[in-house]
């Protein structure tokens, strides 16, 4: 604003915008073919979908939460596409439709792209606000996106988090208590009778052992202090032979196994324990010889490094429950100016370095990043469905819409190394209404069991 007043002109018509606003221009050549590459996407998944119109309308919705509508719900797709929304409505909120076989053909799809040894699986809950009471698992609790307690739903994802890239895995609504004993509100909202209450971490295992016995690789389960806390939790990874880094709270009891025994007086007795203290209280008495450098990853001007610092202990829950030993990891970086310090508990062996362990912790903040490109890229949160089975159709949907843009994306890396065209992202598919989707079940392969026609 200022340098209008002082020069008479737009900020826009500075040099540097101009070059900005230049670069921003979405040219025909530059999303030649997404069409394409989605109709090909999409053959691997639409068999899921068995009658001919729950693939029409399969090829629809996802086409709609890759595009730039506003508001990805059911009925702004259907009048993108001018077609009526009450077959889209019904198809994502009550069709007949397997989504779990689609999760999995999703999970098979992503082995193939980024097979990992190394690979992170990272847990994280995601909290969605709604009104009224309606809505299948809906109470008031935590919500991370608005820091504070609210009328929300909340659904547990994981992500894969590798070399090549981060992936969509899985998704789970959390059913509360209250809701799980309801006979009436399971009716009313479609729950399946074999659905019990669940704590969050016991659906994260079931979420880590479908994986496993998927064969996906991976090397570490990362997860935020939610997680990390529950000592359940820690123990039923090591029963699953998981190597995990896990977050946990500043406030966790601790005993530091390294730390110099008191010997007593001879005759005394036997030699005492270290006493349990808070993790960060602990930290305080901490020489700042105790801290090494480690570099996470290069960067784009210099490489993006933290302090760290790693001792076995044993922690202690809030029922006085003594765990493991198991290995600290407490980790420091700056941001703002000012430090910003992480938690974690691992049961890596001692051959695993501090450098490998502070790596994968790094990798925490990948299903962060796939939450929120799924937010804003695929209408993850855009849904207006109450039943148990909208919202896993619809989140299914989402995360297959999610997947294929990173695919794009990986595409876009690739396209720039070799100069090529780049390839499209959330907005490019303002496709004709109900041409592209036609197409997409014309041309799926037919005589797969049950593929009705």
Known sequence: ??????????????????????????????????????????????????????????????????????????????????????????FVGNGAWDDEA?????????????????AVLVLDPSAFAKKGT??????????????KEENCQVGVFLCYAAAQGHA????????????????????????????VFQERWRIGLEMLARCRAEGLPHGWVAADDEFGRCNEFRSGLREQRERYVLDVPANTLMRDLEAPVRQPQPG????????????????????????????????TRQPLQVEALMRRVQARDENRRVGA?????????????RPEVCYSLSNATDQVSLAELVQAHAQRHRIEQMLQEGKGESG???????????????????????????????????????????????????????????????????????FAT
Not at 102 to 118: P, T
Not at 134 to 147: A, F
């Open 1 to 90: 604003m200022e340098a209008y007043t002082q020069t008479g002109t737009s900020i826009l018509e500075h040099p540097a915008a101009q070059a900005l606003l230049e670069q921003a221009v979405l040219r025909p050549s530059a999303v030649r073919g997404c069409e394409d590459r989605l109709t090909r996407f999409l053959q691997r998944y639409l068999p899921f979908f068995y009658r001919k119109e729950q693939r029409h309308n399969a090829g629809i919705v996802i086409e709609g939460l890759l595009s730039g509508l506003e508001r990805k719900t059911c009925e702004p797709i259907a009048r993108e596409h001018g077609v009526h929304r009450k077959p889209i409505q019904f």
């Open 102 to 118: 689609v999760m999995a053909q999703l999970r098979g799809h992503v082995k193939e792209e980024l097979a990992d040894e190394n």
């Open 134 to 147: 309606e809505s299948c698992g809906v109470k008031r609790q935590w919500c991370g996106r608005l820091g």
């Open 168 to 195: 969509p895995l899985d998704r789970r609504l959390y059913l509360p208590r209250e809701w799980a004993d309801d006979p009436a509100r399971r009716k009313k909202c479609h729950v399946p009778e074999a659905v």
């Open 268 to 299: 005394a007795g036997r030699p005492r324990k270290t006493p349990f203290v808070q993790v960060r209280r602990w930290l305080a008495e901490q020489p700042a010889c105790a801290w090494q450098t480690v570099i996470v990853r290069a960067g």
């Open 325 to 337: 030993q198991e290995r600290l990891l407490v980790v420091r970086r700056m941001v703002e100016g």
């Open 380 to 450: 993850l949160g855009h849904y207006e469905v109450r039943s148990w089975t909208g919202w896993h159709h619809h989140m299914t949907l989402a995360l297959l819409a999610l997947w294929f843009l990173g695919l794009e994306k990986r595409c876009m890396g690739k396209k720039k190394l070799s100069g090529g065209d780049r390839a499209a992202g959330a907005g490019d598919f303002f496709l004709p209404a109900a041409a592209s989707a036609t197409q997409l079940w014309a041309n799926c392969p037919t005589g797969q069991p049950g």
